[in-house]
Protein backbone atom coordinates (compact mmCIF):
# COMPACT_ATOMS: atom_id res chain seq x y z
CA UNK A 1 0.00 0.00 0.00
CA UNK A 2 1.20 3.55 -0.89
CA UNK A 3 1.31 5.80 1.80
CA UNK A 4 1.23 9.47 1.82
CA UNK A 5 3.86 11.17 4.24
CA UNK A 6 3.41 14.59 6.16
CA UNK A 7 6.53 16.18 7.12
CA UNK A 8 5.49 15.00 10.51
CA UNK A 9 5.16 11.32 9.33
CA UNK A 10 8.25 11.75 7.47
CA UNK A 11 10.28 12.97 10.35
CA UNK A 12 9.17 9.24 12.24
CA UNK A 13 9.33 7.21 9.44
CA UNK A 14 11.89 7.94 7.34
CA UNK A 15 14.97 10.69 8.78
CA UNK A 16 14.26 13.56 11.11
CA UNK A 17 16.56 16.28 9.17
CA UNK A 18 15.81 18.83 11.83
CA UNK A 19 17.29 16.51 14.89
CA UNK A 20 19.95 14.34 12.53
CA UNK A 21 22.95 16.51 10.53
CA UNK A 22 23.87 12.92 9.51
CA UNK A 23 22.12 10.53 7.24
CA UNK A 24 19.53 8.44 10.13
CA UNK A 25 16.90 6.14 8.50
CA UNK A 26 14.21 6.11 11.11
CA UNK A 27 12.50 2.84 9.20
CA UNK A 28 12.13 -0.33 10.12
CA UNK A 29 12.95 -1.88 6.03
CA UNK A 30 13.96 0.44 2.69
CA UNK A 31 11.69 2.42 1.10
CA UNK A 32 11.28 4.48 -1.82
CA UNK A 33 9.76 8.24 -1.50
CA UNK A 34 7.96 9.58 -4.59
CA UNK A 35 7.91 12.94 -4.76
CA UNK A 36 5.41 14.94 -7.04
CA UNK A 37 2.40 16.95 -7.72
CA UNK A 38 -1.34 16.37 -8.59
CA UNK A 39 -1.06 18.66 -11.76
CA UNK A 40 2.14 16.75 -12.94
CA UNK A 41 1.80 14.34 -15.62
CA UNK A 42 4.93 12.15 -15.88
CA UNK A 43 3.58 11.70 -11.87
CA UNK A 44 0.19 10.49 -13.28
CA UNK A 45 1.79 8.01 -15.22
CA UNK A 46 3.89 6.50 -13.06
CA UNK A 47 1.23 6.29 -9.42
CA UNK A 48 0.31 2.96 -11.07
CA UNK A 49 3.38 1.52 -11.57
CA UNK A 50 4.17 2.62 -8.16
CA UNK A 51 0.55 0.95 -6.60
CA UNK A 52 1.82 -2.17 -8.66
CA UNK A 53 4.83 -2.65 -6.81
CA UNK A 54 3.95 -2.21 -3.59
CA UNK A 55 1.68 -4.71 -3.96
CA UNK A 56 4.28 -7.20 -5.42
CA UNK A 57 6.91 -5.46 -2.73
CA UNK A 58 4.07 -5.97 0.03
CA UNK A 59 6.48 -6.60 3.51
CA UNK A 60 9.50 -5.70 1.70
CA UNK A 61 10.01 -2.29 1.63
CA UNK A 62 7.97 0.89 1.94
CA UNK A 63 6.33 3.38 -0.63
CA UNK A 64 5.50 6.81 0.16
CA UNK A 65 4.37 9.38 -1.82
CA UNK A 66 5.29 13.11 -0.86
CA UNK A 67 3.11 16.15 -2.33
CA UNK A 68 5.60 19.02 -3.30
CA UNK A 69 2.63 21.52 -3.19
CA UNK A 70 1.34 20.23 0.27
CA UNK A 71 4.97 19.58 1.79
CA UNK A 72 7.33 22.33 0.20
CA UNK A 73 9.58 22.40 2.92
CA UNK A 74 10.47 18.72 2.81
CA UNK A 75 10.81 19.01 -0.87
CA UNK A 76 13.01 21.50 -0.25
CA UNK A 77 15.28 20.02 2.27
CA UNK A 78 15.72 17.43 -0.74
CA UNK A 79 16.36 19.95 -2.91
CA UNK A 80 13.43 18.75 -5.53
CA UNK A 81 14.12 20.78 -8.69
CA UNK A 82 11.59 18.86 -10.84
CA UNK A 83 9.06 15.99 -10.63
CA UNK A 84 8.66 13.35 -10.40
CA UNK A 85 11.71 12.49 -8.08
CA UNK A 86 12.21 9.45 -6.21
CA UNK A 87 14.83 8.85 -2.80
CA UNK A 88 15.53 5.46 -3.01
CA UNK A 89 16.41 4.39 0.87
CA UNK A 90 18.00 1.01 2.08
CA UNK A 91 17.92 0.17 5.32
CA UNK A 92 21.51 0.79 5.72
CA UNK A 93 23.40 2.84 3.66
CA UNK A 94 23.35 6.51 1.60
CA UNK A 95 19.63 7.19 0.09
CA UNK A 96 20.05 8.23 -3.53
CA UNK A 97 17.61 10.51 -5.89
CA UNK A 98 16.78 9.09 -9.59
CA UNK A 99 14.42 11.30 -11.43
CA UNK A 100 11.90 11.47 -13.91
CA UNK A 101 9.09 8.96 -15.27
CA UNK A 102 10.67 5.53 -14.64
CA UNK A 103 9.45 2.43 -16.12
CA UNK A 104 8.64 -0.38 -14.07
CA UNK A 105 11.66 -2.70 -14.29
CA UNK A 106 13.84 0.72 -13.40
CA UNK A 107 12.49 0.49 -10.46
CA UNK A 108 12.76 -2.91 -9.62
CA UNK A 109 16.51 -3.22 -10.64
CA UNK A 110 16.73 -0.26 -8.36
CA UNK A 111 15.01 -1.77 -5.39
CA UNK A 112 17.63 -5.06 -6.15
CA UNK A 113 20.82 -2.98 -6.85
CA UNK A 114 20.20 0.40 -4.26
CA UNK A 115 18.01 -1.14 -1.52
CA UNK A 116 18.73 -5.06 -1.59
CA UNK A 117 15.38 -6.05 -2.06
CA UNK A 118 14.15 -8.76 -4.52
CA UNK A 119 10.79 -10.14 -4.97
Request: glycine share 6%; proline share 6%.
Amino acid sequence: MVEHLTKETFLKKVFNYEVNKEWKFEGGKPCIIDFYADWCGPCKIVAPVLEELANDFDGKIDVFKVNTEEEQELAAAFGIRSIPSFLFVPAEGQPQMAMGALPKDTFVKAFKDVLGVEK
